[in-house]
Protein backbone atom coordinates (compact mmCIF):
# COMPACT_ATOMS: atom_id res chain seq x y z
CA UNK A 1 0.00 0.00 0.00
CA UNK A 2 2.73 1.88 0.92
CA UNK A 3 3.98 1.83 -2.83
CA UNK A 4 0.43 3.10 -4.07
CA UNK A 5 1.25 5.93 -1.95
CA UNK A 6 4.53 7.39 -3.81
CA UNK A 7 3.02 6.18 -7.05
CA UNK A 8 0.50 8.96 -6.65
CA UNK A 9 2.73 11.60 -5.20
CA UNK A 10 5.48 10.78 -8.04
CA UNK A 11 2.60 11.06 -10.68
CA UNK A 12 1.43 14.56 -9.40
CA UNK A 13 5.08 16.04 -9.28
CA UNK A 14 5.85 14.82 -12.96
CA UNK A 15 2.62 15.81 -14.25
CA UNK A 16 3.11 19.32 -12.19
CA UNK A 17 6.32 19.94 -13.30
CA UNK A 18 5.51 19.20 -17.25
CA UNK A 19 2.23 21.38 -16.64
CA UNK A 20 4.55 24.85 -15.01
CA UNK A 21 7.22 23.87 -17.83
CA UNK A 22 5.39 23.79 -21.35
CA UNK A 23 2.60 26.25 -20.25
CA UNK A 24 5.21 28.63 -19.33
CA UNK A 25 6.50 27.88 -22.66
CA UNK A 26 3.48 28.44 -24.54
CA UNK A 27 2.68 31.73 -22.62
CA UNK A 28 5.70 33.20 -22.91
CA UNK A 29 5.55 32.22 -27.40
CA UNK A 30 1.94 33.25 -28.10
CA UNK A 31 1.48 36.62 -25.31
CA UNK A 32 3.69 39.37 -25.37
CA UNK A 33 1.58 41.91 -23.61
CA UNK A 34 1.70 42.41 -19.83
CA UNK A 35 -1.83 42.42 -19.60
CA UNK A 36 -1.92 38.86 -22.60
CA UNK A 37 0.29 37.85 -19.81
CA UNK A 38 -1.55 38.19 -16.72
CA UNK A 39 -4.77 36.61 -17.84
CA UNK A 40 -2.95 33.77 -19.63
CA UNK A 41 -1.27 33.16 -16.04
CA UNK A 42 -4.86 33.34 -14.85
CA UNK A 43 -6.68 30.83 -17.18
CA UNK A 44 -3.24 28.52 -16.47
CA UNK A 45 -3.61 28.53 -13.32
CA UNK A 46 -7.02 27.88 -13.26
CA UNK A 47 -6.71 24.94 -15.63
CA UNK A 48 -4.03 23.31 -13.54
CA UNK A 49 -6.29 23.50 -10.93
CA UNK A 50 -8.74 21.71 -12.70
CA UNK A 51 -6.27 19.54 -14.41
CA UNK A 52 -4.79 18.09 -11.04
CA UNK A 53 -8.07 17.62 -9.29
CA UNK A 54 -8.95 15.51 -11.90
CA UNK A 55 -5.91 13.64 -12.12
CA UNK A 56 -6.01 13.38 -8.47
CA UNK A 57 -9.86 12.00 -8.27
CA UNK A 58 -8.96 9.52 -10.58
CA UNK A 59 -5.30 8.39 -8.35
CA UNK A 60 -7.26 8.19 -5.65
CA UNK A 61 -10.49 6.31 -7.18
CA UNK A 62 -7.95 3.83 -8.44
CA UNK A 63 -6.51 2.97 -5.26
CA UNK A 64 -9.33 3.20 -3.38
CA UNK A 65 -10.66 0.40 -5.90
CA UNK A 66 -7.22 -1.75 -5.33
CA UNK A 67 -8.02 -1.22 -1.49
CA UNK A 68 -11.69 -2.63 -1.99
CA UNK A 69 -10.55 -5.65 -3.77
CA UNK A 70 -7.81 -6.75 -1.54
CA UNK A 71 -10.23 -6.14 1.51
CA UNK A 72 -13.12 -8.35 -0.47
CA UNK A 73 -9.92 -10.73 -1.00
CA UNK A 74 -9.30 -11.07 3.09
CA UNK A 75 -13.18 -11.49 3.33
CA UNK A 76 -13.56 -14.44 1.01
CA UNK A 77 -10.35 -16.13 2.65
CA UNK A 78 -12.26 -15.47 5.88
CA UNK A 79 -15.18 -16.99 5.26
CA UNK A 80 -13.49 -19.90 3.28
CA UNK A 81 -11.71 -20.31 6.66
CA UNK A 82 -15.07 -19.94 8.83
CA UNK A 83 -16.42 -22.20 6.28
CA UNK A 84 -13.90 -25.16 6.88
CA UNK A 85 -13.32 -24.64 10.70
CA UNK A 86 -17.54 -25.14 11.03
CA UNK A 87 -17.28 -27.91 8.95
CA UNK A 88 -14.83 -29.92 10.96
CA UNK A 89 -17.34 -28.97 13.96
CA UNK A 90 -20.19 -31.00 12.40
CA UNK A 91 -18.10 -33.70 12.39
CA UNK A 92 -17.24 -33.62 15.96
CA UNK A 93 -20.95 -32.92 17.03
CA UNK A 94 -21.39 -36.32 14.82
CA UNK A 95 -23.40 -34.52 12.13
CA UNK A 96 -23.31 -34.41 8.64
CA UNK A 97 -20.26 -32.59 6.88
CA UNK A 98 -23.11 -30.12 5.13
CA UNK A 99 -25.26 -29.54 7.80
CA UNK A 100 -23.95 -26.27 8.52
CA UNK A 101 -23.67 -25.08 5.33
CA UNK A 102 -27.46 -25.93 4.44
CA UNK A 103 -28.69 -24.50 7.27
CA UNK A 104 -26.85 -21.29 6.50
CA UNK A 105 -27.56 -21.07 2.80
CA UNK A 106 -31.77 -21.71 3.85
CA UNK A 107 -31.65 -18.83 6.24
CA UNK A 108 -29.85 -16.66 4.00
CA UNK A 109 -32.61 -17.31 1.47
CA UNK A 110 -34.92 -16.75 4.22
CA UNK A 111 -34.02 -13.60 5.50
CA UNK A 112 -33.73 -12.33 1.54
CA UNK A 113 -37.61 -13.28 1.40
CA UNK A 114 -37.84 -11.28 4.53
CA UNK A 115 -36.62 -8.08 2.73
CA UNK A 116 -32.90 -8.22 4.16
CA UNK A 117 -30.08 -7.43 1.94
CA UNK A 118 -26.72 -6.26 1.65
CA UNK A 119 -24.05 -6.50 4.28
CA UNK A 120 -26.82 -7.14 6.81
CA UNK A 121 -27.61 -10.54 4.68
CA UNK A 122 -24.01 -11.26 4.90
CA UNK A 123 -23.71 -10.88 8.49
CA UNK A 124 -26.82 -13.12 9.01
CA UNK A 125 -24.94 -15.86 7.11
CA UNK A 126 -22.06 -16.10 9.13
CA UNK A 127 -23.65 -16.00 12.17
CA UNK A 128 -25.57 -18.83 10.40
CA UNK A 129 -22.42 -20.64 9.68
CA UNK A 130 -21.59 -19.87 13.39
CA UNK A 131 -24.60 -20.97 15.40
CA UNK A 132 -22.98 -23.76 17.63
CA UNK A 133 -19.57 -22.27 17.43
CA UNK A 134 -19.87 -22.39 21.72
CA UNK A 135 -20.66 -26.04 21.91
CA UNK A 136 -16.27 -26.01 21.56
CA UNK A 137 -16.61 -25.61 25.24
CA UNK A 138 -18.93 -28.66 25.72
CA UNK A 139 -17.44 -31.79 26.67
CA UNK A 140 -18.19 -35.21 24.10
CA UNK A 141 -19.71 -36.45 27.21
CA UNK A 142 -22.77 -34.00 27.15
CA UNK A 143 -22.26 -32.90 23.62
CA UNK A 144 -23.06 -36.11 21.92
CA UNK A 145 -24.20 -38.43 25.00
CA UNK A 146 -27.01 -41.32 23.06
CA UNK A 147 -29.87 -40.13 25.34
CA UNK A 148 -30.94 -37.57 27.08
CA UNK A 149 -29.36 -35.27 29.53
CA UNK A 150 -29.68 -35.32 32.76
CA UNK A 151 -30.21 -31.93 34.61
CA UNK A 152 -26.48 -30.67 35.64
CA UNK A 153 -25.99 -31.63 31.43
CA UNK A 154 -28.53 -29.73 30.63
CA UNK A 155 -27.61 -26.75 32.47
CA UNK A 156 -23.73 -27.26 30.51
CA UNK A 157 -25.03 -27.40 27.75
CA UNK A 158 -27.80 -24.50 28.17
CA UNK A 159 -23.91 -22.57 28.03
CA UNK A 160 -23.35 -23.22 24.65
CA UNK A 161 -24.63 -19.64 23.22
CA UNK A 162 -22.78 -17.75 26.10
CA UNK A 163 -19.76 -20.07 25.31
CA UNK A 164 -20.29 -18.14 21.51
CA UNK A 165 -20.70 -14.54 22.43
CA UNK A 166 -17.48 -14.68 24.45
CA UNK A 167 -15.44 -15.99 21.75
CA UNK A 168 -16.84 -13.59 18.98
CA UNK A 169 -17.57 -10.12 20.76
CA UNK A 170 -14.01 -9.48 20.55
CA UNK A 171 -13.34 -10.67 16.79
CA UNK A 172 -14.70 -7.11 14.61
CA UNK A 173 -15.43 -9.37 11.95
CA UNK A 174 -17.66 -11.81 13.66
CA UNK A 175 -19.41 -9.04 16.08
CA UNK A 176 -22.10 -8.38 13.96
CA UNK A 177 -23.05 -11.66 13.30
CA UNK A 178 -23.02 -12.55 17.51
CA UNK A 179 -26.89 -12.67 17.11
CA UNK A 180 -27.76 -15.77 16.16
CA UNK A 181 -25.17 -17.76 17.95
CA UNK A 182 -26.40 -16.18 21.25
CA UNK A 183 -29.99 -15.99 20.89
CA UNK A 184 -31.13 -18.80 18.50
CA UNK A 185 -32.50 -20.75 21.38
CA UNK A 186 -34.82 -17.96 22.61
CA UNK A 187 -38.28 -18.54 21.95
CA UNK A 188 -40.79 -16.61 20.85
CA UNK A 189 -43.51 -16.94 24.36
CA UNK A 190 -40.08 -16.51 26.50
CA UNK A 191 -39.24 -19.99 27.42
CA UNK A 192 -36.05 -20.27 25.81
CA UNK A 193 -32.89 -19.64 27.07
CA UNK A 194 -30.09 -18.42 27.61
CA UNK A 195 -31.98 -14.78 28.45
CA UNK A 196 -35.72 -16.06 28.13
CA UNK A 197 -36.59 -13.06 25.33
CA UNK A 198 -40.22 -13.10 24.60
CA UNK A 199 -41.25 -11.94 20.56
CA UNK A 200 -40.25 -8.89 19.21
CA UNK A 201 -37.12 -8.65 22.27
CA UNK A 202 -35.49 -11.75 20.14
CA UNK A 203 -33.38 -10.28 17.41
CA UNK A 204 -34.57 -11.19 13.86
CA UNK A 205 -32.03 -13.13 12.86
CA UNK A 206 -32.32 -15.61 15.61
CA UNK A 207 -35.93 -16.08 15.02
CA UNK A 208 -35.43 -16.54 11.35
CA UNK A 209 -32.70 -19.13 11.70
CA UNK A 210 -34.38 -20.50 14.83
CA UNK A 211 -36.91 -22.53 12.17
CA UNK A 212 -34.34 -23.68 9.92
CA UNK A 213 -32.35 -25.13 12.73
CA UNK A 214 -35.28 -26.90 14.34
CA UNK A 215 -36.99 -28.00 10.81
CA UNK A 216 -33.09 -29.34 9.92
CA UNK A 217 -33.03 -31.15 13.31
CA UNK A 218 -36.13 -32.68 13.49
CA UNK A 219 -35.54 -33.95 9.28
CA UNK A 220 -31.98 -35.48 10.26
CA UNK A 221 -30.78 -38.54 12.27
CA UNK A 222 -28.99 -37.33 15.35
CA UNK A 223 -27.32 -39.54 18.12
CA UNK A 224 -30.21 -39.24 20.27
CA UNK A 225 -32.98 -39.24 18.16
CA UNK A 226 -34.17 -40.69 14.76
CA UNK A 227 -35.63 -38.54 11.43
CA UNK A 228 -38.67 -37.20 11.30
CA UNK A 229 -41.08 -37.74 8.34
CA UNK A 230 -40.75 -34.10 6.58
CA UNK A 231 -45.40 -33.46 7.08
CA UNK A 232 -44.29 -34.36 10.40
CA UNK A 233 -41.76 -31.92 10.81
CA UNK A 234 -43.67 -29.34 8.36
CA UNK A 235 -47.14 -30.00 10.55
CA UNK A 236 -44.48 -29.67 14.04
CA UNK A 237 -43.68 -26.42 12.68
CA UNK A 238 -47.03 -24.86 12.35
CA UNK A 239 -48.08 -26.10 15.68
CA UNK A 240 -44.90 -23.70 17.07
CA UNK A 241 -46.05 -20.80 15.47
CA UNK A 242 -46.67 -18.31 18.63
CA UNK A 243 -45.20 -20.50 20.97
CA UNK A 244 -41.62 -21.38 19.71
CA UNK A 245 -41.31 -19.62 16.27
CA UNK A 246 -42.19 -15.74 14.92
CA UNK A 247 -45.38 -16.50 13.54
CA UNK A 248 -44.73 -14.25 10.77
CA UNK A 249 -41.95 -16.49 9.84
CA UNK A 250 -43.53 -19.70 10.47
CA UNK A 251 -45.68 -18.22 7.68
CA UNK A 252 -43.00 -17.19 5.42
CA UNK A 253 -41.36 -20.26 6.04
CA UNK A 254 -43.93 -22.49 4.86
CA UNK A 255 -45.08 -19.78 1.97
CA UNK A 256 -41.92 -20.77 0.30
CA UNK A 257 -40.93 -23.33 1.62
CA UNK A 258 -39.88 -25.11 -1.73
CA UNK A 259 -37.91 -22.24 -2.92
CA UNK A 260 -36.00 -22.32 0.84
CA UNK A 261 -35.46 -25.92 0.85
CA UNK A 262 -33.99 -25.59 -3.07
CA UNK A 263 -31.44 -22.91 -1.28
CA UNK A 264 -29.39 -25.73 0.48
CA UNK A 265 -28.14 -27.36 -2.69
CA UNK A 266 -26.83 -24.00 -4.15
CA UNK A 267 -22.85 -23.59 -4.41
CA UNK A 268 -22.91 -20.31 -2.63
CA UNK A 269 -23.49 -20.08 1.21
CA UNK A 270 -24.22 -16.48 1.20
Not at 47 to 55: A, I
Not at 90 to 107: A, C, F, G, N, P
Request: aromatic letters at 12%.
Amino acid sequence: MTTSYYRTVLVYLVFASLWIYFSDAVVASLFHTPEGITQAQNFKGLGFVVCTSLLLFFLIRSDFNRINDVNKQLRKSYDQTLEGWVQVMDIRHKETREHSLRVTRMTVKLASLMGIEGEKLTYIGRGAMMHDAGKVGIPDSILIKPGPLNEDEWELMKQHPVIARDMMQDIEFLKPSIDIPYSHHERWNGSGYPEGLQGDAIPIAARLFAIIDVWDALLEKRVYKEPWPEDQVLFYLQEQAGIHFDPQVVDLFLANYEEIKAAALQPSVF
